[in-house]
């Protein structure tokens, strides 16, 4: 694998390349297609799937959606080498939005489940496609600011499309929700013909089996796959944890807004220091906000707990992924976005489901410390990471 020392992103902050272009703002169309198209149905099919269904209907849209997520994430590297960037996204928006307008005509568990798993796959194929794409846009002297504005044009969407679509749901009606859902990604196709294709970009392609040999891959991803286990936890279980409603709100706004302000100062930090050093810490910060999170009864505690866990989580997000980005020639972008994103939503799911099953035992205060112990165990690689090693080593 040709590789490049970690330190080599650090910039100076002489002659540094401007970082909005114009291919990046088309780029920023494409993505909040499909960002508005993800997010405005997350929260609402499975509402609508419990309306058609009954009890465990919505339980079981979620997991369809997850689970082809999953699967496209891991199958779009592949694709992308053999048919380029721009085909493969542009087919990832289509899938995105085109089966979500056969709820407007009809549906029923097997029309919700089908649209769901198509959904799921067109996600994760323009996610996966656009992310490498975007990559290969951002100069690398600046990486790390990229990707926290690309996180932030991504975060508004699911900022406010998640109880948007809930309430377009209960006021103009459920083909409205399905329109606009489709709508958004589908009128996104228009702006990728518009877009450089980058496969044939210097150096060898990166496929996913030699990503997943890799420990200079793995050890990132892991360590991030930690944070977001504590995400899904978080996320799914402090409604229930925390007595108060009240206190449950705040930590929900606390968490996603101090993720959002240290992603940005961690990608301005990694771009003149190099991203390596910041993963360790922010493991640190994570697991020390879980264990905060305990404290279900103490307010102070709760907000607190949120607002370090949120802080850790990301600085982890931009620094794995620059990380990542570092270790492989530019043709090798796609396997690390696929890779980082199973991270991510493996680590989320399997998290809630694993945090569901302790606290039932445990309850919850216990479960939340038994989670930061779990959370150790990512230590090591990132201890290992933290002078930032040369590419590929295991």
Do not use: K
Request: aromatic content about 6%.
């Amino acid at each position: 694998m040709t590789t490049t020392t970690d330190s080599a992103t650090a910039s100076s902050g002489r002659d540094r390349p401007p970082l909005v272009t114009r291919p990046l703002l088309l780029r920023f169309v494409s993505l909040l297609g499909s960002a508005i198209g993800f997010n405005l149905l997350l929260s609402a099919v499975p509402l609508y799937a419990q309306e058609s269904g009954g009890e465990h209907a919505a339980g079981l849209a979620t997991g369809a959606l997850m689970l082809a997520t999953v699967i496209g994430e891991l199958a779009t590297p592949s694709l992308t080498a053999r048919f380029g960037y721009r085909p493969v996204l542009a087919a990832g928006l289509v899938l995105l939005g085109a089966p979500t307008l056969v709820l407007v005509w009809t549906g029923g568990m097997a029309a919700v489940l089908a649209v769901c798993l198509l959904r799921g796959l067109g996600f994760a194929v323009a996610l996966v496609a656009g992310g490498a794409l975007t990559a290969a846009l951002i100069p690398a002297e600046r990486r790390g600011e990229g990707l926290a504005l690309i996180g932030v044009v991504a975060g508004v969407p699911a900022l406010f499309g998640l109880p948007l679509g809930v309430w377009l749901s209960q006021h103009v009606g459920w083909s409205w929700v399905f329109a606009i859902g489709a709508a958004a990604p589908l009128a996104a196709v228009a702006s990728v013909p518009a877009l450089p294709d980058r496969t044939r970009a210097a150096g060898p392609t990166v496929g996913l089996r030699q990503g997943l040999r890799s420990g200079a891959l793995l050890r990132p991803a892991l360590a991030f796959a930690a944070t977001a286990l504590a995400a899904g936890i978080m996320v799914t279980f402090l409604p229930l944890a925390v007595p108060s409603a009240a206190v449950v709100a705040v930590a929900l706004v606390v968490q996603p807004a101090a993720t959002v302000l240290t992603r940005w100062l961690a990608g301005r930090y990694g771009d003149r220091r190099g991203p390596a050093g910041l993963v360790l810490p922010a493991l640190l910060a994570a697991v020390a906000g879980v264990l905060l999170l305990a404290s279900t009864g103490s307010a102070v505690a709760v907000v607190a707990g949120a607002a370090v866990f949120g802080a850790g989580f990301g600085v982890a997000q931009n620094a794995t992924l620059a990380l990542m980005y570092t270790r492989v020639p530019p043709a090798g972008y796609g396997t690390v976005t696929a890779l980082w994103n199973v991270a991510y939503d493996g680590g989320m799911g399997i998290g809630a489901v694993a945090f569901g099953a302790v606290a039932s035992r445990t309850g919850y205060p216990w479960a939340f410390v038994l989670t930061a112990v779990v959370m150790l165990a990512a230590l090591a690689p990132a201890w290992r990471d933290r002078r930032g090693g040369r590419g590929s080593g295991g």
